[in-house]
């Protein structure tokens, strides 16, 4: 590939005066890691990755090929029954050395992903804290892998369940959380005793090799994670999932890839876990704590700039509390600073590509076509960097494209409702249903309207829902399957019933 500007490894002579220019990505783009090695990847293209903050080529890493996926495919076989057969412990202790060696380098790993993906350097250093806390989680998981002896019903015999990791296992994961997608799937596999290929997204790829790295020092034998990037990720990913050697696909991103790969992956009847998109409503009712609404609103929307599958995409505020509510928000959000992630006064970074930036442009001109008044932003900075201002819109009509689509970006927008009933019909009116957020001083309301919304998780009266050790995951088109908790390394184990006397 040719691209103009050189790497800002290679370019860094003081040109550039972020804190991250220090940051040497050449490490992280060193070839396809296979087998414990890194590899050349089969072609000579590669895959730039650009700094959404400045547009400059930040590193070139390798574009593997379906060869290339196959010899990933080899390398995961080759590990698999060792990996399989090391003890609960063993893999325990590797993995909480994964944590251990994770929050160490957070400050790094902290830097290299608010650079690549644009995040600002406290939602990055917050990422790799959740990143690194899946290790911990899972490394205590692996000890605690359930199995279970039971008498049938006859009496005739006994019901033995043995489980057992599921085998190979291919995992996709988004650019929005380059850590904390990866290790939400490798840690849970590794527990089960599964061995995996990482294939992140192509825009984040820095990370996700700065962590293949971290886990061969841990201790993790080789074959057992291998990471691939790649610009073909259908005919890469269909060679791999087309493999009988693989029994595992687990995949975050859009709910239109999800489709796709299920279709893909039924060809093998292939076990799948899907964290798909979202578009959460956010409920404020007249009784909510305003505050507490506010200070639930800013993470709910404002953290990583807006681009989470959890983001609050639908402010729902009742007529009594609604101008206060906008008034409060209009306030919060203009004082954010907008900038590069990486100076530590940004509060709001870049999109990650100039493309997420014209959709967010075009869900607020809809909007505003349908009667939206745009309150706070609303327009697009002129200059270098892919960049949108927080926004607020109020008055938008239940027919605007972004009562339907992910906005993914620094966008509210306000909906004004009159009834529970109302509020509860408009939250469900989706295909979605990942996260919700419901605010009142009512407990009983509270939780009457979270068994009514069709949602797989609710926060009430917080803003952030993501915690390692809870399920998460989505109902309807977000999803299938659950990670963290207890439920995390069970997608990655099947059951084996033996049916004996004794
Ligand atoms: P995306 O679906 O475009 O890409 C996700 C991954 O799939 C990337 O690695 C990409 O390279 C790969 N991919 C793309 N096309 C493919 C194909 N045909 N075959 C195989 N792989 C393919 O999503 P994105 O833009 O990277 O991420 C944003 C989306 O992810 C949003 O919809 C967001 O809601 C969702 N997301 C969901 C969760 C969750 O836990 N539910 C978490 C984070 C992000």
């Known amino acids: 590939m040719s691209a103009t500007p050189m790497p800002r490894a290679a370019n860094a002579e003081g040109a550039i005066a972020d804190p991250a220019a220090s940051l040497d990505c050449r490490p992280f783009s060193k070839g396809l890691y296979i087998d414990g090695r890194w590899q050349k990847a089969s072609q000579a293209h590669t895959i730039p990755v650009i700094d959404p903050a400045t547009e400059d080529l930040l590193a070139e ?11 990933a495919v080899d390398a995961a076989a080759g590990a698999a029954r060792a990996w399989r057969l090391t003890s609960p412990r063993q893999r325990s202790e590797i993995l909480r050395t994964c944590y251990r060696l994770m929050i160490e380098r957070s400050d790094m790993l902290a830097r290299l992903v608010s650079l690549e993906n644009g995040k600002a350097l406290p939602d990055a250093r917050g990422e790799i804290a959740y990143a690194a806390e899946f290790f911990r989680w899972n490394a205590e998981e692996a000890v605690r892998i359930p199995g279970e002896l039971g008498r049938a019903p006859s009496g005739g015999n006994r019901i033995l369940v043995d489980y057992e990791p599921i085998g190979i296992a291919v995992l996709i994961t988004p650019w929005n959380f380059p850590a904390a997608m990866a290790t939400r799937k490798i840690a849970p596999a590794l527990a089960a005793g599964c061995t995996v290929i990482l294939k992140p997204a192509s825009e984040t790829p820095l990370t996700a090799y700065a962590l293949a790295g971290l886990y061969e020092e841990a201790g993790v034998p080789p074959g057992v994670v291998n990471v691939i990037t790649t610009s073909t990720p259908g005919p890469v990913t269909a060679a791999m999932l087309g493999d009988p050697r693989v029994r595992k696909l687990s995949f975050t991103g859009s709910t239109g890839v999800g489709r796709q790969l299920l279709a893909e992956a039924a060809k093998t009847v292939l076990s799948s876990s899907m964290e798909l ?14 505050d507490a609404a506010l200070d639930g609103a800013m993470v709910a929307k404002m953290r990583n700039a807006g681009e989470a ?12 509390i609604h101008d206060d509510f906008v008034a409060g928000l209009v306030g919060r959000m203009g004082a954010l600073k907008v900038g590069p992630g990486s100076d530590p006064s940004t509060a709001c970074g870049p999109m990650i590509t100039a493309k997420a930036v014209d959709k967010i442009d075009r869900l607020v001109a809809d909007a505003v076509a349908r009667g939206a008044k745009v309150v706070l932003g609303g327009r697009r900075p002129e200059g270098k960097g892919f960049y949108y201002p927080p926004t607020v819109l109020i008055d938008v009509s239940p027919d605007a494209e972004m009562a339907r689509e992910e906005i993914f970006g620094p966008v509210a927008a306000i909906y004004r409702f009159e009834t529970q009933e109302q509020a509860i019909a408009w939250s469900n009116d989706t295909e979605y249903g990942l996260a919700s957020y419901i605010f009142t001083r009512d407990l009983k309301r509270g939780l009457a309207v979270a068994s009514e919304i069709e949602s797989g998780m609710i926060a009430l009266n917080r803003g952030l829902v993501s915690d390692p050790a809870a399920p998460f995951g989505g109902v309807k088109q977000s999803g299938l399957g659950r990670e963290g908790g207890a439920h995390g390394v069970l997608e990655f184990l099947e059951a084996k019933y033996i049916a004996t006397s004794f």
């Open 277 to 290: 998109g979202g578009n959460a409503p956010f409920l404020v009712f007249d009784d909510a704590d305003l």
């Open 61 to 71: 890493v390798a574009d593997a090929t379906v060869d290339d996926a196959r010899r």
């Open 309 to 320: 599958c959890t983001a609050a995409n639908r402010f729902y505020v009742q007529a009594g």
